[in-house]
């Protein structure tokens, strides 16, 4: 087939969304698929197979999208129209600028459009201060709908939680398919070696630092365990309240490294680990939570309404409750003092990790592409 893949955000593979772009991309070459991927990334100019436009202004906006590491790209209509006519399928990532105009003029085409769920609507809102406003999210929900998801043929959700949402958002049903992102299969693999023994009890917990990955919630928690001397936290990721989180650490005396791990390293660094704390209050699926399931950890997981990740949870020993640091401290206690019931429960998780390795959700991710492309005109 040819593919044309239209990245309104792309840049680094620091976060759920651009790896699972990346990962997509990868598979589909290698499967020997002719794949066109249109970004606005400009270290991609000259490279086979990528078409870059331009980054879209945003005024003063600018320093918001900087701070996270996001640039946004401006649709241009001749590079579009060119690379939507020798495709087969046309597939969308994110619902702004540059995807919206791709669906457009797609359908306009006769092209089929395929188009995966990433952009939770708190995702956006939590940095213009109205992550809680329900009507803006709702809003913001409707406004993905107007610009990109009327015009797909197939809708693809990494999460049945978002697909129900999305659907009483919108009050409308479109064809879709649920498939998980997937966890590389280097998660999977066991250690070389057995890793050394900590000095510390060690938690490890992995996210962007953003005001909904919610960390804080950890280090409150773990400051107030009796034995927090013993205890170290590993966050492994980058982002805009990394200087907040650090200063909160070393108030509250609690030993806690921050750091962004390139991919090569997380697996090693998470089978080093003692026990993984998911923190999130929002998100469609989190992947990071699944490297730790995979590289055999037990995680602790935020019970938040508004995340996927609560699903992966064994039982309620691996809930706690949304921004309660004291019902937090409970749970790792538990782990901490019982060290035999980690074990038991890496057994339980041990039988649920299979069904999230990425080859088996990228032959399905393949298989929706072409379906959507046996729908051409």
Not at 193 to 206: D, G, Q, S
Not at 217 to 235: G, Y
Not at 342 to 366: H, N, V
Request: glycine share 4%; hydrophobic share 40%; with cysteine.
């Amino acid at each position: 087939m040819k593919i044309a893949i239209v990245c309104d955000v792309l840049g680094k593979p620091n976060n759920g969304t651009s790896l699972a772009a990346y990962n997509l991309i990868g598979f589909l070459r290698e499967r020997g698929h002719d794949v066109t991927v249109v970004c606005a990334d400009p270290d991609k100019k000259g490279k086979d197979g990528y078409v870059v436009v331009p980054v879209k202004n945003f005024g003063p906006l600018n320093l918001i999208l900087k701070a996270n590491n996001v640039t946004l790209a401006k649709p241009d209509k001749a590079i579009l129209e060119r690379v939507i006519q020798g495709a087969d399928v046309v597939h969308i990532l994110m619902p702004f600028f540059l995807g919206a105009k791709a669906s457009k003029l797609a359908k306009e085409a006769g092209v089929p459009v395929t188009a995966s769920f990433h952009a939770q609507a708190e995702n956006f809102t939590a940095h213009i201060a109205c992550m809680d406003n329900r009507l803006i999210n709702h809003l913001t929900y409707l406004g993905y709908y107007k610009a990109l998801y009327r015009r797909v043929d197939i809708v693809h959700y990494p999460t049945q939680f978002i697909r129900e949402l999305f659907e009483k958002e919108v009050k409308t049903e479109i064809p879709c398919r649920v498939i998980s992102n997937g966890v590389n299969d280097m998660f999977f693999e066991p250690p070389k070696e057995t890793p050394p023994a900590n000095e510390k009890f060690t938690i490890f917990c992995t996210g962007r630092f953003s005001k909904e990955k919610a960390q804080q919630t950890l280090i409150k928690a773990v400051a107030l365990c009796d034995f927090k001397d013993n205890v170290k936290i590993c966050f492994a990721g980058c982002g805009p309240q990394e200087k907040k989180l650090k200063r909160l650490a070393k108030r509250k005396k609690v030993d806690a490294d921050f750091r962004f791990y390139a991919r090569e390293e997380l697996p090693a660094a998470l089978q080093k680990a003692d026990l993984y704390v998911h923190t999130a209050v929002i998100e469609i699926e989190a992947i990071s939570c699944l490297e730790a399931i995979a590289c055999g950890l037990v995680p602790v997981i935020c019970n938040s309404p508004r995340s996927a990740t609560k699903a992966f949870a064994a039982d309620e020993r691996c809930l706690f409750k949304m921004g309660d640091a004291h019902d937090l401290a409970e749970k790792i206690a538990y782990f901490y003092r019982n060290p035999a019931q980690i074990a038991a429960y890496k057994e339980t998780y041990r039988t649920k990790r299979d069904q999230f390795r990425q080859t088996e959700c990228m032959l399905r991710m393949e298989q929706m592409l072409a379906d959507a492309a046996a729908l051409r005109e």
